[in-house]
């Protein structure tokens, strides 16, 4: 009697292999998250940046024996990483900041990133026999631009003065589209061996165009899907898809991704009063969520990265690491060589235009100098390069070395440098700008009753009662005098009160909101009074 053949029942191998290797993914950065949830706390209490804490973090796991860490794939980090980052960077700044101050922006996003990328190509060319020029350049494009998250995460945590705050957070938020255009064009031109200075020009600014209406036309779209859709949970759902969306977009247009998400951010952080309290609590816990758990990822994979690109470089590790360090000195003593003297005279332009609040001094400039650790768009853009490309994994480990040595260096220093210069703002004056602003909404809501009442849609006494529990309200906040105890509220008055404590409210944050366009004005004092005004909003009365 034969022998029945034998029929293997499953999947092929292949596709158990991918299966592996997607859960082996899914396991990372699950593991990546819980460590990310566990060490910001820590990073808080010792006052550290979380991102250099996770960096130490996956250093130490990387170089536990007998432990493989799988890779993630390169090029879907900038897609996954960079927008969520972006946006919630963004979201804490303004238009009125980036047009305050364009000019140093601008010399520090544009120019420098431009001139340390040559610098970064000529040395490492000298020092690398046989490495092209072109794609020397494409390292130094790579490792140009401060981390945008690393810039924002020490501006916040160290109270720095507002212009300066405003100057690193734009630096980080724009210099991404120039290092990024820059490197993609050193890269194809190495690959097609010549390169065409005018044909990089026309990229960048082509990107840069397209990267602004992409954002522009995606923030129009989403104001209006926002007008249709509930305002909780599809429409904090939408505002979380958009970011994704608009550097997708603008990537398939051959546009700067990194702009589409600034642009989308500015554009919809202008229009946050016409949002509910409980969406815009909602949408700010959410994002503040999202930045803290995608930071520590990305930095932490920084660090477990760094073995596997060390043991597949081909030269000795002592020379990877000299050359290594001789690169890493050469992007902060470029960044200082440029800070100073333009700094100095960007700050006699502005004194000669108009008189400014905080000058910028030599400390200031020293922390602008050293506030200058590199992330996650170095870690993307090399780990992007081609098979086949020049001196790969040379590179590969050359840029890995500036992203930890400038993280832990100068993530770690920093503060120390901070408080050692007295470069930080006064809380009080801070304080005073919050009571300033609250008195603005107060007025504005009462104006709002006043109109009402006015009208006479609703009952006198029930207004003045409004106007009373208001005045409570305020006081509470510190901005009135206490109205005393005027009587309990009759329950068939009580929905009423509610709606014109609404429209009070609703006045006072369009008048808070306006602020954020005035010049001078400082959009995280505008968000801690807008949430303030939301917590009241989402109370009964």
């Given at each position: 009697?034969?022998?029945?053949?034998?029929?293997?029942?499953g999947k092929?191998h292949?596709a158990?292999?991918?299966?592996?290797?997607?859960?082996?993914?899914?396991?990372?950065?699950?593991?990546?998250?819980?460590?990310?949830?566990l060490?910001?706390?820590l990073a808080?209490?010792?006052?550290?940046?979380?991102?250099?804490?996770?960096?130490?973090?996956?250093?130490?796991?990387?170089?536990?024996?007998?432990?493989s860490?799988?890779?993630?794939?390169?090029e879907?980090?900038?897609?996954?990483?960079?927008?969520?980052?972006?946006?919630?960077?963004?979201?804490?700044?303004s238009?009125?900041?980036f047009?305050?101050?364009?000019r140093?922006?601008?010399?520090?996003?544009?120019?420098?990133?431009?001139?340390?990328?040559?610098?970064?190509?000529?040395?490492?060319?000298?020092?690398v026999?046989?490495?092209?020029?072109?794609?020397?350049?494409?390292?130094?494009?790579?490792?140009?631009?401060?981390d945008?998250?690393?810039?924002?995460?020490?501006?916040?945590?160290?109270?720095?003065?507002r212009?300066l705050r405003?100057?690193?957070?734009?630096?980080?938020?724009?210099?991404?589209a120039t290092?990024l255009?820059?490197?993609?064009?050193?890269?194809?031109?190495?690959?097609?061996?010549?390169f065409?200075?005018?044909?990089?020009?026309?990229?960048?600014a082509?990107a840069?165009?397209?990267?602004?209406?992409?954002?522009?036309?995606i923030?129009v779209?989403?104001?209006?899907?926002?007008?249709?859709?509930p305002?909780?949970?599809?429409?904090?759902?939408?505002?979380?898809?958009?970011?994704?969306?608009?550097?997708?977009?603008a990537?398939?247009?051959?546009?700067?991704?990194?702009?589409?998400?600034v642009t989308?951010?500015?554009?919809?952080?202008?229009?946050?009063?016409?949002?509910s309290?409980?969406?815009r609590?909602?949408?700010?816990?959410?994002?503040?969520?999202?930045?803290?758990?995608?930071?520590?990822a990305?930095?932490?994979?920084?660090?477990?990265?760094?073995r596997a690109?060390?043991?597949?470089a081909?030269?000795?590790?002592?020379?990877?690491?000299?050359?290594?360090?001789?690169i890493?000195?050469?992007?902060?003593?470029?960044?200082?060589?440029?800070?100073?003297p333009?700094?100095?005279?960007?700050?006699?332009?502005l004194?000669r235009?108009?008189g400014?609040?905080e000058?910028?001094?030599?400390?200031?400039?020293?922390?602008?100098?050293?506030?200058?650790?590199?992330?996650?768009?170095?870690?993307?853009?090399?780990?992007a390069?081609?098979p086949?490309?020049?001196?790969?994994?040379?590179?590969?480990f050359?840029?890995?070395?500036?992203i930890?040595?400038?993280?832990?260096?100068?993530?770690l220093?920093?503060?120390?440098l901070?408080?050692a210069?007295?470069?930080?703002?006064s809380?009080?004056d801070?304080?005073?700008?919050?009571?300033?602003?609250?008195?603005a909404?107060?007025?504005?809501?009462?104006?709002?009753?006043g109109e009402i009442?006015?009208r006479?849609d609703?009952?006198?006494?029930?207004?003045?009662?409004?106007?009373?529990?208001?005045?409570r309200?305020?006081?509470?906040l510190?901005?009135?005098?206490?109205?005393?105890?005027?009587?309990?509220v009759?329950a068939h008055?009580?929905?009423?009160?509610?709606?014109?404590?609404k429209e009070?409210?609703?006045?006072?944050r369009?008048?808070?909101?306006?602020?954020?366009?005035?010049s001078?004005s400082?959009?995280?004092?505008v968000d801690?009074v807008?949430?303030?005004?939301?917590?009241?909003?989402s109370?009964d009365?």
């Amino acid at each position: 009697m034969g022998e029945y053949p034998r029929v293997r029942v499953g999947k092929p191998h292949g596709a158990d292999r991918k299966k592996e290797v997607i859960v082996a993914g899914l396991t990372l950065l699950l593991l990546l998250a819980a460590a990310t949830v566990l060490l910001a706390p820590l990073a808080e209490r010792i006052s550290v940046p979380h991102p250099v804490v996770m960096l130490m973090f996956g250093l130490a796991i990387a170089f536990v024996p007998g432990l493989s860490v799988s890779s993630l794939n390169p090029e879907l980090i900038l897609p996954l990483v960079l927008p969520p980052l972006l946006f919630a960077a963004a979201r804490r700044t303004s238009w009125r900041q980036f047009l305050d101050n364009r000019r140093a922006i601008a010399l520090l996003a544009v120019a420098l990133v431009g001139i340390t990328a040559f610098v970064v190509g000529f040395v490492l060319q000298a020092v690398v026999p046989g490495l092209p020029l072109v794609a020397a350049v494409a390292l130094g494009a790579a490792v140009a631009p401060p981390d945008p998250v690393a810039a924002t995460a020490v501006a916040h945590k160290l109270h720095l003065p507002r212009r300066l705050r405003t100057i690193l957070e734009g630096e980080g938020l724009s210099n991404d589209a120039t290092s990024l255009v820059l490197y993609e064009v050193a890269v194809a031109s190495t690959m097609a061996g010549a390169f065409a200075p005018a044909h990089a020009g026309a990229t960048l600014a082509g990107a840069i165009a397209i990267g602004v209406a992409v954002g522009l036309a995606i923030a129009v779209a989403t104001r209006w899907l926002l007008g249709k859709l509930p305002a909780h949970p599809a429409g904090s759902a939408l505002v979380l898809v958009m970011p994704f969306a608009a550097y997708i977009a603008a990537d398939a247009a051959h546009g700067s991704g990194v702009l589409a998400v600034v642009t989308i951010a500015l554009a919809l952080s202008r229009y946050s009063d016409h949002e509910s309290a409980q969406t815009r609590l909602v949408t700010v816990t959410t994002w503040e969520i999202v930045e803290l758990l995608v930071t520590g990822a990305a930095f932490a994979f920084v660090g477990l990265e760094l073995r596997a690109v060390a043991e597949q470089a081909s030269d000795s590790i002592g020379t990877l690491i000299a050359q290594a360090l001789l690169i890493t000195a050469v992007v902060v003593v470029v960044r200082f060589a440029w800070i100073f003297p333009v700094s100095a005279l960007d700050e006699k332009l502005l004194r000669r235009k108009r008189g400014i609040a905080e000058p910028v001094g030599w400390r200031e400039m020293t922390v602008a100098s050293w506030a200058g650790m590199r992330g996650v768009v170095t870690l993307a853009a090399v780990l992007a390069l081609p098979p086949g490309f020049p001196e790969r994994e040379r590179l590969i480990f050359i840029a890995f070395f500036v992203i930890i040595a400038t993280m832990l260096g100068q993530g770690l220093t920093l503060p120390l440098l901070v408080r050692a210069l007295g470069v930080t703002s006064s809380e009080e004056d801070q304080e005073a700008e919050e009571r300033n602003l609250l008195r603005a909404g107060r007025a504005a809501g009462f104006e709002r009753l006043g109109e009402i009442r006015e009208r006479g849609d609703v009952s006198v006494q029930i207004v003045d009662e409004a106007r009373e529990n208001a005045d409570r309200m305020w006081h509470s906040l510190g901005v009135s005098e206490d109205a005393g105890d005027r009587g309990s509220v009759h329950a068939h008055d009580a929905g009423t009160l509610n709606a014109l404590k609404k429209e009070m409210l609703e006045a006072a944050r369009d008048a808070v909101v306006e602020h954020r366009s005035a010049s001078g004005s400082d959009p995280l004092v505008v968000d801690a009074v807008l949430r303030r005004l939301d917590a009241r909003g989402s109370t009964d009365s």
